[in-house]
Nanobody, 121 residues
Framework: EVHLVESGGGLVQAGGSLRLSCAAS????????IGWFRQAPGKEREGVSC????????YYSESVKGRFTISTDNANNAIYLQMNSLKPEDTAVYYC??????????????RGQGTQVTVSS
């Protein structure tokens, strides 16, 4: 059974950094695409970043490109999202997600419970 558990969210000032972690179990990164999406109050979910299990290529939304980095630690079955130069508009609940096929990040079959990120101005 696939499980995803996020951690690392919190309150940070604009310009600061946070690293989100996602503990994954029940699958291997070779067989599942993985990603992060976020949802702010009153807004639609936004796909932030993902890694393809087919070729290891990465995707970033325009809103985070150059500031966020997605990575995995195969030995520890962990997925990370390093977030730098944070802006107030990055405030949202961040979700880790996984899917056995290439899918739109926000529609991935499995997701965690989310972790809150709040960026103060």
């Amino acid at each position: 059974e696939v499980h995803l558990v996020e951690s690392g969210g919190g309150l940070v000032q604009a310009g600061g950094s946070l690293r989100l972690s996602c503990a994954a179990s029940g699958f291997t990164f070779d067989n599942y695409a993985i990603g992060w999406f976020r949802q702010a109050p009153g807004k639609e979910r936004e796909g932030v970043s993902c890694i393809s299990h087919r070729d290891g290529s990465t995707y970033y939304s325009e809103s985070v490109k150059g500031r966020f980095t997605i990575s995995t630690d195969n030995a520890n079955n962990a997925i990370y999202l390093q977030m730098n130069s944070l802006k107030p508009e990055d405030t949202a609940v961040y979700y880790c997600a996984a899917d056995p096929s290439i899918a739109v990040i926000t529609d991935m079959k499995y997701r965690g419970q989310g972790t809150q990120v709040t960026v103060s101005s």
